[in-house]
T-cell receptor
Framework: ETGVTQSPTHLIKTRGQQVTLRCSSQ?????VSWYQQALGQGPQFIFQ???????GRGNFPPRFSGLQFPNYSSELNVNALELDDSALYLC?????????????FGPGTRLTVL | EDQVTQSPEALRLQEGESSSLNCSYT??????LFWYRQDPGKGPEFLFT???AGEEKEKERLKATLTKKESFLHITAPKPEDSATYLC??????????FGPGTRLSVLP
């Protein structure tokens, strides 16, 4: 069974640029959620995708957007990067409507905005 | 608004010194309470899911318990490799996960 994978591992961008982060869900999982984790804090929910549609969104501005593909992999896009966007971005997959609904996380992408 | 708090913020233990971590929550219709372990710079690793008050789960030196307002993660005779940040999260009906800030555990040899 393949776990959740994310790419790239690390990324450095400058303020105002755009970035795309990628996630492959765990085998058999159809739901992907994205989180932002600032240093020393717990993960903050950005949004969730189920069957290629956004299925819930946290308190993040529209410049944070995403996609889910037919194979359940997903992308997180962030436009007009700001310094405060520097964080660990986590992807988690789960099986919607399962009895456990447990989310399994990938290793994360460390984004640094200069 | 759903909310999760964790205490203490940081905890230092000697190897073999048992202790407990607390997770207090307010949620509209608990669908599950989740414990994760996170090592520095890595993604959270799933430990336990608890669904109803009175439920308990164990894994090696860890035991998680749940009441209607809080959950405890008991660590028995910890080892240095148990050093990590322990995250608690809740999920309510129709919503997504809300995480606490975590407890940073250091176990000294």
């Amino acid at each position: 069974e393949t776990g959740v994978t994310q790419s790239p591992t690390h990324l450095i961008k400058t303020r105002g640029q755009q970035v795309t982060l990628r996630c492959s869900s765990q085998s058999g999982h159809n739901t992907v959620s994205w989180y932002q984790q600032a240093l020393g804090q717990g993960p903050q929910f950005i949004f969730q995708y189920y069957r290629e549609e956004e299925n819930g969104r946290g308190n993040f501005p529209p410049r944070f957007s995403g996609l889910q593909f037919p194979n359940y992999s997903s992308e997180l896009n962030v436009n007009a990067l700001e310094l405060d966007d520097s964080a660990l971005y986590l992807c988690a997959s789960s099986k919607k409507q399962s009895s456990t609904d447990t989310q399994y996380f990938g290793p994360g992408t460390r984004l640094t905005v200069l | 608004e759903d909310q999760v708090t964790q205490s203490p913020e940081a905890l230092r233990l000697q190897e073999g010194e048992s202790s407990s971590l607390n997770c207090s929550y307010t949620v509209s219709g608990l669908r599950g309470l989740f414990w994760y372990r996170q090592d520095p710079g890595k993604g959270p690793e799933f430990l336990f899911t608890l669904y109803s008050a009175g439920e308990e789960k164990e894994k090696e030196r860890l035991k998680a318990t749940l009441t209607k307002k809080e959950s405890f993660l008991h660590i028995t005779a910890p080892k240095p490799e148990d050093s990590a940040t322990y995250l608690c999260a809740v999920r309510n009906y129709g919503q997504n996960f809300v995480f606490g800030p975590g407890t940073r555990l250091s176990v000294l040899p």
